[in-house]
């Protein structure tokens, strides 16, 4: 049985010469792997959805070729968890590295859509009569991993699984107030719910893997879907670094798979509430990040991991008043704090 409590391991990586170190001027790294084995919470994202935040499954889809309503991602599943008490937040984004980061989540419906663990190009989402419309190479559309982004005055702090979808018509596309957040070509955070209609394809944080299950294969109920994500993309890392310098890790899964209205094969997912999930542990979702942390000691004042002329300068520069080189704590730098950087040089 999955435990649902967040658990978390805690390895310091410069055990044995940490005071050394220090002395030296130079920096500490941390190591926390952190492992969920359920959300904080999880919501579907979906404009006609009637009870946010306490939904028993979610399920993805896109909108009809051509049509004017609603984002082309249309139907989302959003997952979050909440890092402060397993990773210390407000380090500074730069401080932190994500290692790695693996979420998974179970499907809740048996043979109803194909297995496509590729991307698939926006051509193959228009209308047919579209000069560039192109038949979809492989069978199935993919499930894909984006951040969250915010919008209608809402933020990563102020969101939660019960906020209105909108304040706005909830027919039209691009109104939702938290949408699939990703990157365009030029590395910028952007909303990819309607990359259709903008035509290009998006590149996903992650896309769902399905272990021992072949591509064009029907997936069967209480399947897992892996979504190893891309650490090794900047924007991404990015992304991520920001997440857990604010103890929220927010991320949305979506899919453009092709339904009508009313209806149409698309894949549904166990959500926290589930009373599956809530009497056996099985189905929710789950985390799995490793974190390492890098950070300086006082008198490294630009964290560049050496006491040097740049730390000496910056202290001077604030000689008689608050600010960082203030490494006493007495609220002014003076000759104590040169002391400490001088005893702290190199």
Known sequence: MTNHAPTVRRRNLVAATALAMM???A???DQFTVVFGSPSLDRWNYPFNPTPGTRITASTFGNEPGGTMFDNRDGQFVVGFDTAPQVPPALGASTYTIESCVL??????DFVVEYDPTVDPFTAFLPTTDAEYADDADAGQPLELYGLGFRNGFTLASWTEYTPFTPGNLLNPSVRSAYALGL?????????????RERWTPQP???GTIAKLKPGSLVPINSRVRFTVDVARPGVQEYLRAAVDAGRLRLTVSSLTKVVQQGGSFPVFYCRENPLVTATGIGAAT????VSTQTCVPA???CDGTVSAPDLATLLSQWGSPGSADLNGDGTVGAQDIAILLGAWG
Do not use: C, R
């Open 205 to 207: 944080f992650a896309v």
């Open 184 to 196: 365009n070509a030029a590395g910028q955070q952007v909303d990819v719910s309607n990359s259709v």
């Open 104 to 109: 998974e989540i179970t499907y809740a419906n």
């Open 300 to 302: 490294d004042l630009n």
């Open 287 to 290: 985390l799995h990040m490793v």
């Open 23 to 25: 002395a030296a001027g």
């Open 27 to 29: 920096a500490g790294a």
